[in-house]
């Protein structure tokens, strides 16, 4: 008897998730057609269940190869559709993922449509931990709470403040032999004074520190690495630097403005952060059913549907070293690409948008 209820429980579960899986297609379904939606390439798979693609994505991400590997997935995928494929769909233990290295794709997310995006829980759920709710690892309000509290601290004027600088340096450089607590820092104060919930302080303090400290410390050991490779680059660097601001020994007039202002510095900058983007890629969850406005159809110029709870994975590093999009020197370190260049969300190594 026990027996026989148990089976009909199980068999109504079953049917259960199976009509409500139907209705979900349907629903998909009718929702991507209202938003003109066509299907995106999908990754070529030798299982059914995309099980040996994701054993070879994680063979080559511990073997520090998952950049090399994914670009090879967009070559496959784009000579399976016969045309070059920014954006592709997947599959990972049954779950959709979408991959995409399209401009206006990434735009959208974290732009255009910012509301039908976020970070999502894998995201928050793996940073809460170590960084609590800090502005790394919150969406919606406490995301906004975050931000507000912590926008004064990478302003302009902030970063600028090269006095402000000066003074915390030198108050570490003293603090390194004997033990002192004269200065306090300003950033600091200014959390206090918005909550006196210590957690709260170590959280955003420490979400400020992996925000800023190893994306810059990857940035300058680039930029010197290609330094070293490029000799001629080197030289033309010096003599600018030199020429506009001085030497260690007799500086001039060195400040946040004039900085800026000196092309080939940024120029190098940027190259540097062209090809090595300290954060070559990142990911966003659909907070609901939306669209991708490209990649989908036979010519991939249909948007694509996106259901709710949909992980997309964007590669910055892929787009900004695209052939298509940069022309055929695109891997080449060449800073003079910058003279004329203007760049809009092909280029993108902190990220755009509210966020
Ligand atoms: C070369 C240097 C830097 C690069 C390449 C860089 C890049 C990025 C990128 C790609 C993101 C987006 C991450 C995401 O989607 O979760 C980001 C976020 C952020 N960065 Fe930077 N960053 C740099 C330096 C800094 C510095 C020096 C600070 C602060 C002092 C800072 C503060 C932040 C904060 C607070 C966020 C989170 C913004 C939010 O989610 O609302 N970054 N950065």
Same mark, same amino acid.
């Given at each position: !008897? ?61 073997? *520090? ?33 979408? @991959? ?8 959208? !997310? ?16 793996? @940073?809460?931990?170590?960084? %609590? ?53 300003? &950033? ?14 170590? *959280? ?18 680039? !930029?010197?690495? !290609? ?81 709710? %709870? ?20 695109? *891997?080449? &370190? ?15 190594? &902190? ?5």
């Amino acid at each position: !008897m026990l027996a026989k209820i148990l089976l009909s429980v199980v068999a109504a579960l079953v049917t259960y998730s199976f009509i409500s899986s139907i209705a979900k297609k349907l629903r998909h379904a009718a929702t991507a057609k209202v938003l003109g939606c066509d299907p995106a390439p999908v990754e070529p798979r030798a299982d059914p269940f995309a099980l040996i693609n994701l054993v070879k994505t994680m063979w080559a991400h511990g073997n *520090n190869q998952l950049l090399e590997y994914l670009q090879g997935t967009f070559e496959n995928t784009s000579s399976h559709a016969n045309r070059t494929v920014y954006t592709y769909e997947t599959e990972f233990l049954g779950d959709k993922v979408l @991959f995409t290295c399209d401009p206006k794709n990434i735009q959208a !997310m974290l732009a255009t449509q910012f509301k039908d995006f976020e970070l999502g829980q894998i995201r928050t759920g793996s @940073f809460n931990p170590l960084l %609590g709710h800090g502005i790394f690892s919150a969406d919606g309000k406490q995301w906004e709470r975050s931000h507000a509290l912590l926008r004064p601290q990478y302003s302009r004027d902030q970063v600028s403040d090269l006095d402000l600088e000066e003074r915390h340096v030198q108050n570490m450089l003293q603090a390194l032999p004997i033990e002192s607590k004269k200065e306090k820092y300003v &950033f600091l104060d200014s959390l206090a004074s918005e909550t006196d919930d210590p957690v709260e302080i170590r *959280n955003q303090l420490l979400s400020i520190l992996v925000a800023g400290r190893d994306t810059t410390a990857a940035c300058l050991s680039f !930029m010197f690495l !290609m330094l070293a490779q490029h000799p001629d680059v080197f030289s033309k660097l010096r003599k600018t630097i030199i020429e506009d601001f001085g030497t260690f020994d007799s500086p001039k007039d060195i400040s946040f403005s004039r900085l800026k202002a000196c092309s080939y510095l940024q120029w190098c900058i940027n190259e540097t952060l062209r090809l090595y983007p300290s954060v070559p890629w990142n990911s966003r969850r659909s907070a609901k059913d939306t669209s991708l406005p490209t990649g989908g159809g036979k010519d991939g110029l249909s948007p694509i549907f996106v259901p709710k %709870g949909v992980e997309t994975v964007y590669i910055v590093q892929i787009m900004q070293t695209h052939p298509e999009i940069w022309g055929p020197d695109a *891997n080449t &370190f060449r800073p003079e690409r910058w003279q004329n260049q203007r760049h809009g969300f092909e280029y993108l190594p &902190f990220n755009g948008g509210p966020r």
